[in-house]
């Protein structure tokens, strides 16, 4: 599938090297990138949902994610689909809003403009993941600073019934016999090549 992704017309404009929207961000670990940080393009595809629809030839966009990120482990694949929110106030995001973004990958994205690639090739998806990334307190400022991390870890840990709350009314999906809900995670996650780390899962566990 990820030789499919490179030499397809339709994925060419669309694909990137990275998925970041003002400082949120996912980020990519040591198995999926070279010397340099460069993702393994022959073991990870990054696709911009938004930019295809965005254009043109749709008079009226559906809504979109910011990013779709497909890696080959071994024989199989892990799809991630992934929305990236800056908003301090998760709450002033419309639960509503983010379940057509998601619905629009599944349904139109994967089932009928990108079906040539997604649905027409026998392929075994190891794992589905749906993430709405967000950082309502900017705890990823205290990265390298510890004692900004312990205050910023603990302002997400008071927004941890805010956060369930808010994930209530987000939808559950399924693509090729995996079911999954959108969850919340804390920017930048990072994936590898057989799993993903959460960032900060401390504070929402």
Same mark, same amino acid.
């Given at each position: *599938? ?14 990137? %090297? ?11 670990? %040591? ?6 940080? @460069? ?5 990870? $595809?990054?696709?911009?949902?938004? !930019? ?7 008079? +009226? ?5 910011? %990013? ?22 998760? !709450?002033?995001?419309? !639960?509503? @809003? ?8 599944? &349904? &139109?994205?994967?089932?009928? @403009? ?12 190891? +794992? ?12 990823? $400022? ?14 997400? !840990?008071? *927004? ?11 939808? +559950? /999906? ?10 919340? *995670? ?9 799993? /993903? ?9």
């Amino acid at each position: *599938m990820i030789n499919l992704i490179i030499n397809d017309e339709k994925c060419f404009p669309i694909t990137c %090297g990275s998925l970041e929207e003002n400082d949120i961000k996912i980020d990519f670990g %040591g198995s999926l990138t070279d010397q340099s940080g @460069d993702i393994n393009i022959e073991k990870v $595809s990054i696709l911009k949902p938004d !930019q295809y629809y965005n254009t043109r030839d749709f008079a +009226t966009p559906p809504k979109s994610v910011d %990013g779709v990120v497909l890696v080959r482990d071994t024989d199989s694949y892990h799809l991630y689909i992934a929305e990236l929110k800056s908003a301090k106030r998760i !709450q002033s995001v419309k !639960q509503a @809003d983010i379940n057509d973004k998601f619905s629009t990958i599944i &349904n &139109n994205f994967f089932q009928d @403009d990108f079906k040539h690639i997604f649905l027409d090739h026998d392929y075994e998806l190891k +794992t589905l993941s749906l993430w709405l990334i967000c950082d309502p307190v900017n705890i990823r $400022s205290g990265r390298n600073n510890p004692v900004i991390y312990e205050r910023k870890l603990k302002a997400l !840990q008071s *927004m941890k019934g805010v956060l369930a709350d808010y994930s209530l009314t987000l939808k +559950t /999906f399924s693509f090729k016999g995996i079911t999954t809900p959108i969850r919340i *995670m804390i920017s930048p996650p990072t994936i590898e090549q057989t799993h /993903f780390i959460e960032y900060a899962a401390e504070a929402l566990a």
